[in-house]
């Protein structure tokens, strides 16, 4: 993670773009099958397109949840391309979904459409199974050791 501190200096996103800074002898480049330490893409850590879980269709951005990197979820959750993203996550209204990217940084969206709801989702937890964006969300969901929990 303190490559994200200077994505310019050390995050590419092509191999043969950090190969060619890094490892000018091309055939001294690890690349990511065989490097003993990355597992997937260069292109994961930084600017991935997923599901917006605080409001509508996919996002764009660094500030995904850390889980979603994990090898287990990488494959349906972080994406090269926003239609990757919306073709698996919103199949029937994926032209909306990339109309709609969110695009965001460090936890600050930085464009696309307006984000109405300020990010503040929580379940209904009356059994249908839905996340409200009313503001304000239940008073004790807002307490220490329970936002959170509950609120996204």
């Known amino acids: ?27 001294n480049c690890p690349m990511p099958e065989d490097d003993g330490v990355q597992e997937g893409h260069f292109w994961v ?4 397109y997923y599901p917006n879980f605080k409001g509508n269709w996919c996002a ?31 199949p029937s209204k994926s032209a909306e979904c ?9 936890g600050e969206q930085i464009g696309g459409p307006p984000n109405y709801n300020n990010g503040t989702w929580y379940p209904s937890l009356d059994g249908t199974y839905k996340c409200l ?6 008073e004790w969901m807002t307490e220490e050791g329970f936002q959170d929990e509950y609120i996204l």
């Open 1 to 27: 993670m303190w490559m994200d501190l200077s994505p310019k200096h050390y995050l590419y996103t092509t191999p043969e773009q950090c190969c060619s800074t890094w490892y000018p002898n091309e055939s």
């Open 45 to 48: 850590v930084d600017g991935a």
């Open 60 to 90: 764009h951005g660094n500030d995904f949840p850390e889980w979603m990197a994990d090898p287990t979820q990488r494959e349906t959750h972080l994406f090269k391309t926003a239609q990757e993203c919306c073709e698996l996550w919103f």
């Open 98 to 106: 990339q109309d709609n990217i969110i695009e965001s940084s460090y």
């Open 133 to 138: 964006d009313e503001t304000p969300p239940p």
